[in-house]
């Protein structure tokens, strides 16, 4: 057992054994380091003034992520390599390039999210030689600036993907070597467990030790990702403890393709999970590069999504509609279940004491058609007022053999339409079929109303998306696009 944790700033090695559960990698940069580059804006994974860098090993490779600060939590960085802006200067001074295309396209002006920015792009100078458009736009979804506009900002992206000069000069790439042998040496070791008071945090070392320790601290809050518990912490200021991390926890990690589907571990963020499932569920990997802006892309996991039960999570009606199947783990063995059997009521899932969320297995949408519509005030980086998911399989004769039909924000859990459902198996695919079945939504769903939307709102978007789908399968363009996928 350790009772520190160890990562890299920039160029130096920290072991820190004085850190509170739910002290954030922002109040660390700024209050004790002083490293005030990193901005604090909405204190809550929106704006992106805090974005980071954060590197880890990755079967082996070190990969480097855009992740806000702000609801990042210290516990969550054994073993990784924490990059600031103040790090990418070249050793004269000079500017990397990256900061000098900033300045030349007029990228900034009260300077306030430019840090944020940088490092944004930053991160994906390091991974796309060339990005167009529609990469620099995704990139920076997480990216807010209320100044210059974002033409500036874009036209330096695409400037500095044209300026690469000798791995040397860049900070990363020129110690890559170097920081992937200090981060295998951090590795090694047992459970980690710092306390401070009343105040606790957890690293296990292993999937087995997670059930070990969950075990004993049935109450412990799990953290992967934080892209929603960091809120409990920035905006509720609830206090936690103990605090379990997994975020680390390469057995958590894994993405399995079979022919039938893909098995997503629970530690496995939406970046990492969207290759596999848009290629072959193209309307999820769509929905995916919805979920938040990149840095909260990076952070969150589907597993954490689907673990908190909320009422609005992106992933579980799509998941449900497709029929996925959840496994969960404990020192008593694995548990299955499809997954919409677990949530059970508003903050109720069924999860025994000591149990966590290990994968979910969702399988491939064959010879059926799969939507799925997010419905939100923006279109991107936005919480969901509505979210539809729809899985239709016809017979040769076009009449329903089955459908699956799951809605978020409609009621206290993620919720099939039955009734919907049930009016429309073993009738004719066609506008009146789904007209006649439209009025059984009133009998699946009560919706709330809220400041996204009023109830009535939400209920005639249930049923419009019904026959948004329809009319998608029947070949009409109802799908809005983007401008380059369309010109």
Request: hydrophobic letters at 40%; glycine letters at 8%.
């Amino acid at each position: 057992m350790n009772d520190s944790i160890r990562f890299i700033l920039n160029g130096e090695d920290l072991e820190l054994t004085d850190i509170g559960p739910t002290e954030t990698l922002l109040d660390f940069l700024r209050l004790k380091r002083r490293l005030t580059g990193t901005k604090e804006g909405c204190a809550e994974g929106d704006c992106g003034a805090c974005t980071v860098l954060v590197g880890r090993l990755v079967d082996g490779k070190l990969a480097y992520e855009s992740v806000n600060a702000c609801i990042r939590f210290m516990g969550s960085l054994h073993a990784t390599h924490v990059v600031t802006v103040e790090h990418l200067a070249g050793r004269d001074g000079a500017l990397h390039p990256v900061q000098q295309a900033l300045v030349d396209c007029h990228g900034s002006q009260c300077g306030f999210c430019t840090p944020g920015f940088v490092m944004s792009l930053y991160g994906l100078w390091l991974t796309r030689e060339k990005p167009g458009r529609h990469e620099i736009e995704k990139a920076l979804q997480g990216n807010l600036c209320r100044c210059t506009g974002y033409e500036p900002i874009v036209k330096a992206a695409e400037q500095v993907s044209l300026m690469r000069p000798s791995a040397l000069f860049d900070p990363l790439e020129r110690t890559r070597s170097e920081i992937i042998a200090r981060l295998w040496a951090m590795q090694a070791g047992g459970t980690i467990r710092i306390a401070n008071g009343e105040d606790r945090l957890i690293v296990p070392a292993s999937v087995q030790a997670l059930a070990e320790v969950l075990s004993q601290e049935p109450d412990a809050t799990v953290v992967a990702g934080a892209t929603d518990v960091g809120l409990w912490v920035t905006k509720q200021m609830r206090r936690l403890s103990p605090v379990v991390f997994i975020n680390h926890l390469s057995e958590l990690q894994s993405v399995t393709e079979s022919q039938d589907g893909v098995t997503i571990g629970a530690g496995v963020s939406y970046t990492r999970a969207f290759e596999a499932i848009a290629r072959k569920i193209p309307a999820l990997g769509r929905l995916i590069d919805r979920i938040g802006g990149e840095q909260v892309r990076n952070m969150g996991t589907i597993g954490g999504n689907i673990a908190n039960g909320s009422p609005i999570g992106d992933s579980p009606p799509p998941l449900i509609a497709l029929g996925a199947t959840l496994t969960l783990r404990s020192l008593e063995g694995q548990r299955r279940m499809p997954l919409e059997d677990f949530f059970i009521a508003y903050g109720k899932q069924d999860r025994k004491p000591g149990e966590f969320v290990e994968s979910v297995f969702v399988p491939y949408p064959a010879n059926s058609r799969f939507a799925a519509y997010k419905v939100t005030k923006r279109r991107d980086e936005d919480i969901t007022a509505v979210l539809g998911a729809f899985l239709l399989t016809l017979d040769e004769a076009e009449t329903v053999t089955d459908i699956r039909i799951a809605f978020g924000g409609m009621a206290a859990t993620p919720k099939r339409a039955r009734t919907v459902e049930a009016e429309l198996i073993g009738k004719p695919w066609t506008e009146s079929t789904i007209e006649a079945a439209r009025p059984a939504f009133d009998a699946d769903f009560k919706p709330l109303t809220d400041w996204r939307a009023t109830a009535e709102y939400r209920q005639l978007t249930a049923k419009n998306l019904l026959m948004r789908f329809y009319l998608e399968t029947v070949g009409a363009p109802a799908e809005l696009k983007r401008f380059e996928e369309v010109a």
